[in-house]
């Protein structure tokens, strides 16, 4: 079975510019995360879907940063416009159920540098 | 709100030696546990996950870790440390709050080297 894939592996942007970020989850997973991971850090929850319906965006910094999951399977994360702070690794994640004890897969990560 | 502490930043071994990796985690509710492995430029991989069955949980590569509340820690061991071991390594902790209300939240991790 494929795993949770994202694109681009690398970004790098000048602060003030727009980024996107792209993910696809492993097939039949239902619910897919966001997460951002700075440098030294474990992962921080971004944002949670279930299907199409985002049920946890309470880390999201709105301000800047979007998301969205049409169609209940890719998901994109926007960042506009992207700041020197933004510069980490963000990670998309899947599980097959929502619930707390269901295994999370995450993908290889996005590494985005800020300049 | 639940948190995890992973003492030590970086630890060391020689290979063949046994492997310890300390994880202590805070909860007002009986927690649920996890370790996840990540290699560099890849994404985290399950190591084993602690739900309330046993106490003493195995996982993939050898490694295993044991859940005492006591001590609300959730150490992971392996007895003999291969250098394809060496990667960092994260405790998370989550509770079951019903329904989809739930975060899983992570250690800062522990870097683990194994020397030949």
């Known amino acids: 079975e494929a795993g949770v894939v994202q694109s681009p592996r690398y970004k790098i942007i000048e602060k003030k510019q727009p980024v996107a970020f792209w993910c696809n989850p492993i097939s039949g997973h239902n619910t897919l995360y966001w997460y951002l991971q700075n440098l030294g850090q474990g992962p921080e929850l971004l944002i949670r879907y279930e299907n199409e319906e985002a049920v946890d965006d309470s880390q999201l910094p709105k301000d800047r940063f979007s998301a969205e999951r049409l169609k209940g399977v890719d998901s994109t994360l926007k960042i506009q416009p992207a700041e020197l702070g933004d510069s980490a690794v963000y990670l998309c994640?899947?599980?097959?159920?929502?619930?707390?004890?269901?295994?999370?897969?995450f993908g290889p990560g996005t590494r985005l540098t800020v300049l | 709100a639940q948190s995890v502490t992973q003492l030590g930043s970086h630890v060391s071994v020689s290979e063949g030696a046994l492997v310890l990796l300390r994880c202590n985690y805070s909860s007002s509710v009986p927690p649920y546990l996890f370790w996840y492995v990540q290699y560099p430029n890849q994404g985290l991989q399950l190591l084993l996950k602690y739900t309330s069955a046993a106490t003493l949980v195995k996982g993939i590569n050898g490694f295993e870790a044991e859940f005492k509340k006591s001590e609300t820690s959730f150490h992971l061991t392996k007895p003999s440390a291969h250098m394809s071991d060496a990667a960092e390594y994260f405790c998370?902790?989550?509770?079951?709050?019903?329904?989809?209300?739930?975060?899983?939240?992570f250690g800062k991790g522990t870097l683990l080297t194994v020397n030949p």
């Open positions: 998370a902790v989550t509770v079951n709050s019903g329904g989809s209300n739930y975060k899983l939240t």
């Open positions: 994640a899947s599980s097959r159920g929502g619930t707390s004890t269901d295994t999370q897969y």
